[in-house]
């Protein structure tokens, strides 16, 4: 169990705590939020009245069953009753695990579900990981006719396979990170499952590892919501490692414990914070989805205090429409974070002349992005090819009039346009096929929004 911090993180303020409800309720209403559910995060009442981790339950169940005496400092968890029944050798493994499954296949339709995970179902997660073996986000998703997707990682043949398509299909994806009750040899349960577990997830071996579909979504859902974890975990560092090897600097995580768990270590909480970028905001999980659901409730003008990410500029996207309409939503799911307004040629319908009405837009707008490929300089799918050289000489970003070309596609550029500085990719690469399409264009963010954060400066 972890030791009580001896120097207690320093609490946000107030205002401060609800401007971070009111960003997290803003994320997960934007469908871009992961929500990860620790063991300690599904609850269920238990005889006494009270709501504890059905895992407790579970915990429990098995120690009474083997005639286990555990002393008032041993801790009440499947992965240490499941270890210690294995030392004691009371137990087998495949045992243990039918076991567990047994159990939660019988609490399954009896115990009565603490009222914030059906909350938590209401909202628009767009990814569920759960990291207990149970089905009961799923149930709760039925009961609601809400579509989703299933998968788990079998650590008993973890080449199973995991197929899903987050472009195409806009389900739900409600993944059992060690696996599920329904398929007793999948559960990773004793701390020896554990470290066979971890070993397969950071091998090289493709087929058992987490799937790559699943961890390079992380990539576009970059919230993620961390109930019920003891950070404490040793398992939990190598976890988070593989779960975040491609997207370490693209993500927030935000940690919130239950009521009754003990406070993380103070360096447990700095190697996540310097890992990860973790926070962990000094609010119980479930004070926090209590005023989650308050600020995800409200209308958005008030959700947000009236001052909802106003835009600050304005960003003119120049591109082949026809041709280049791939690359155009690659750039824009990511350039959605920005607090910018984003104008395309497809605005300029019944504006009139579509040349005047560009040149009084790009005077008006602070950035100009051309996203450059051999169709863009097709002058009859593209007017503004016949203005690229005046476009060019508007790049004057310490005046707040910023011109930074996108290399979408392999192409010639030079040119007016292609010889300026703030081109991007500064590889000079072309994003489509170079296998770095996020990196490439999570960088283009970056860089404009540290830009657009100095133009008031």
């Excluded at 909480?269 to 479930?286: A, I, L, N, W």
């Excluded at 707008?365 to 476009?391: G, H, R, T």
Aim: charged share 25%; proline share 5%.
């Amino acid at each position: 169990m972890p030791e009580t911090s001896s120097q207690p993180a320093a609490a946000l303020s107030t205002s401060n705590l609800e401007d971070l409800y009111q960003m997290i309720a803003r994320k997960v209403k934007d469908g871009s939020c992961v929500l990860f559910l620790g063991w300690g995060a599904v609850m269920a009442k238990d005889p006494d009245n009270k709501y504890v981790p059905v895992s407790t339950l579970c915990a429990r169940h098995l120690a009474k069953k083997y005639k286990l005496s555990l002393g008032p400092d041993e801790e009440v968890s499947i992965s240490y009753v499941t270890s210690l029944l294995r030392v004691r050798n009371l137990s087998t493994d495949n045992v243990l695990q039918e076991d567990v499954a047994a159990f939660y296949d019988e609490i399954s339709d009896k115990c009565e579900l603490h009222p914030l995970l059906e909350q938590l179902t209401d909202l628009r997660f767009r990814i569920v990981i759960n990291a207990a073996p149970d089905n009961f986000v799923s149930r709760l998703f039925d009961q609601i006719a809400q579509p989703y997707f299933e998968g788990f990682y079998n650590f008993y043949k973890p080449g199973s396979g995991f197929s899903f398509d987050f472009e195409k299909d806009q389900r739900v994806v409600i993944y059992n990170l060690l696996g599920s009750y329904k398929h007793p040899e999948s559960l990773v349960l004793t701390y020896k499952h554990q470290l066979r577990y971890i070993k397969k997830i950071v091998s090289e071996q493709q087929n058992e590892r987490l799937p790559d579909t699943l961890t390079n979504a992380f990539k576009d859902f970059r919230h993620h919501l961390f109930l019920g974890f003891d950070f404490d975990e040793w398992a939990l560092r190598l976890l988070l490692d593989t779960l975040y090897k491609n997207v370490r600097e693209n993500i927030q995580p935000y940690a919130y414990p239950t009521k009754t768990e003990v406070v993380t270590d103070s360096d447990t909480k700095v190697f996540f914070q310097g890992e990860f970028g973790m926070q962990f905001p000094g609010v119980d999980m479930e004070t926090f989805v209590e005023k989650l659901i308050e600020y995800y409730n409200k209308p958005d003008d008030q959700a947000l205090g009236n001052t909802p990410e106003a835009p600050r500029a304005q960003v003119l996207i120049l591109y082949n429409e026809a041709a280049d309409k791939d690359g155009y939503d690659l750039l824009i799911k990511h350039l959605r974070s920005l607090p910018a307004k984003f104008i395309t040629l497809a605005d300029a319908t019944g504006q009139g002349d579509v040349q005047e009405w560009l040149r009084t837009t790009i005077e008006e707008c602070q950035v100009v992005l051309p996203l450059l490929s051999a169709d863009f300089y097709d002058a009859q799918q593209n007017p503004a090819v016949a203005m690229l050289e005046e476009i060019a000489k508007r790049n004057n970003p310490r005046k707040g009039s910023l011109v930074m070309p996108v290399l979408l596609k392999n192409v010639s550029i030079d040119g007016p346009i292609g010889q300026l500085p703030t081109l991007r990719p500064s590889t000079r690469q072309a994003i489509i096929g170079s296998g770095k399409e996020d990196k490439y264009a999570t960088d283009i963010v970056d860089s404009l929004k540290r830009y657009i954060e100095n133009l008031d400066r």
